[in-house]
């Protein structure tokens, strides 16, 4: 079973323009601008919840303190979403009427009445274990070798995947969209079978102009693809669900003979990102970016949550500043330690974790599944959606993960710089963001321990009180005063 591994993001002190502080204001407090809050508790009794404004005030106070320094910034937000798998869409569009359905859709992808604005998406290209059965975009009759691609279809995603994924880019248009495939065709592989093998070298080529066929079908369909990555987790071959092993040489001569030079030909061609697979190994994604061929048309590197650690990223992006990090798949689920880690698991590691190593873009896995954890062809039989969808009646639930992502995506806009917030927390993990279209900050934090902790949100020597409820999440949003 994949599991979520503990870690702590290190925080170290610096110079001071905004502060959280254990503590409280002096009776000289004088007010300042306010601050917005939403909480929401592991046992989502508050659940993205609206709390009256908080003012700033004057204190000298000093204590436990984490800096927040709107100067220093660092990367650009591309934003946070989830995948839309076969089974989220499938759910989506034929479990739910047209009211719910675009009712939900406007919930997680639109950014009025409250709405998330998830703005990062991820599609898989042919079936994975989220799929209802097994398939490929080209299937020939009787597996025959279709090394001219004659048989290339997208007509198993026209029912679900397709016009959901055009829905949500009709809410927001500034949703990006990367793919993913779990397996080559199986003509293509070295066992002629989408579970387990791979891609013999003679079909290089063919799986480079597959991908391209699929970004172009996409395209057509009126959904830009925003960047591939070339195997999902490579180093990994399922027994019941398609997969693929495909080691760091074996993509670097993919990329660098074949999609590579292929996409560059292109014009406004997708990204290419290496890797898509745990922190546990950086030596693999390192492996394809330190090779002169491959490495020069690699921008990013994917990662995922279910071995190692978050800071495995910092490394590799600090080897490589000019490459892009992401985490593209974690799932929530029913097995330990999401299960005793809950809401504050969730939101530590990977929205705050993933942010504070350099990630642009932070993806949960199926943004959708039902009540029975469904529907799935293989694989995990524990996992949980974003939302869960009651495919009896449409009725929509949410989940830790919803609120993970929606404490950072409801309020931190594409574009936004992650800015500097440093200092040692205890049990308090946080990060911050800078939206670059209005000036505000964007403080998301975590309070892990099973006791309420005193804070002080401020800037330079203003700050603000405040108590943060036991295992919960908060955001707080406010506009620094002009110097």
């Keep these: 079973m994949k599991k979520i591994v503990r870690q702590r993001t290190p925080l170290a002190a610096t110079a001071l323009m905004a502060v959280l502080l254990v503590g409280g204001l002096s009776a000289a407090a004088q007010a300042g601008p306010q601050a917005q809050v939403w909480i929401t508790t592991s046992d989502h009794r508050q659940a993205l919840q609206a709390q009256p404004p908080v003012a700033f005030g004057d204190d000298s106070a000093r204590r436990l303190h984490i800096a927040v320094d709107p100067a220093r910034r660092y990367q650009r937000m591309v934003g946070f979403g989830a995948s839309i798998t076969d089974s989220s869409a499938w759910l989506i569009q034929h479990r739910m009427s047209p009211e719910q359905r675009d009712a939900l859709l406007r919930e997680l992808f639109g950014r009025e009445n409250g709405g998330l604005g998830l703005s990062f998406t991820r599609l898989t290209i042919g079936a994975s274990d989220f799929s209802r059965h097994h398939y490929s975009l080209d299937d020939p009759p009787g597996n025959q070798p279709d090394p001219e691609l004659e048989h290339f279809s997208i007509e198993p995603n026209r029912g679900d995947v397709v016009p ?22 199986a ?49 990994f071959e399922p027994k019941d669900y398609p997969g693929m092993r495909l080691n760091a040489p074996a993509r670097a001569r993919f990329i660098g003979d074949h999609l590579g030079p292929l996409l560059a030909s292109r014009k406004d061609a997708p990204q290419i990102f290496d890797w898509d697979h745990n922190w546990d190994k950086p030596q693999e994604p390192l492996g394809v970016l330190n090779d002169p061929a491959a490495g020069k048309y690699v921008s990013a590197v994917a990662w995922h949550c279910y071995g190692g650690e978050v800071e495995a990223q910092t490394p590799v992006h600090e080897a490589f500043p000019g490459k892009d990090a992401y985490l593209t798949e974690c799932s929530g689920g029913d097995w330990e330690p999401i299960i005793s880690g809950g ?84 049990d308090l993990d946080h990060v911050a963001f800078r939206n670059e279209d209005d000036g505000s900050l964007v403080l998301v934090v975590t309070n892990s321990s099973r006791r309420a902790r005193r804070l002080s949100v401020g800037q330079g020597q203003q700050v603000l009180r405040y108590t943060l409820p036991a295992r919960s999440l908060a955001t707080f949003v406010w506009t620094p005063e002009a110097p």
């Design 343 to 426: 809401l504050t698991l969730q939101a530590r590691e990977q929205v705050i974790g993933a942010t504070r190593n350099w990630a642009r873009g932070v993806l949960f896995w199926n943004l959708a599944l039902d009540q029975d954890g469904g529907p799935h062809a293989g694989g995990c039989d524990t996992c949980r959606g974003v939302v869960t969808i009651d495919n009896r009646t449409g009725a929509v639930s949410r989940t830790d993960e919803y609120y993970a992502l929606a404490h950072a995506s409801r309020f931190v806009r594409p574009g936004a710089r992650r800015v500097a917030s440093e200092g040692e927390g205890g």
């Design 164 to 185: 959901v994924t055009r829905a949500a880019l009709a809410i927001n248009p500034q949703l990006q969209v990367m793919a993913s495939p779990w397996s080559a065709p």
């Design 187 to 235: 003509w293509m592989k070295s066992n002629n079978s989408l579970i387990q093998g791979t891609l013999r070298p003679e079909y290089y080529d063919a799986f480079a102009r597959y991908l391209v066929k699929f970004v172009d079908a996409y395209a057509a369909e009126g959904i830009p693809i925003f960047a591939l990555t070339v195997q999902n987790e490579p180093d």
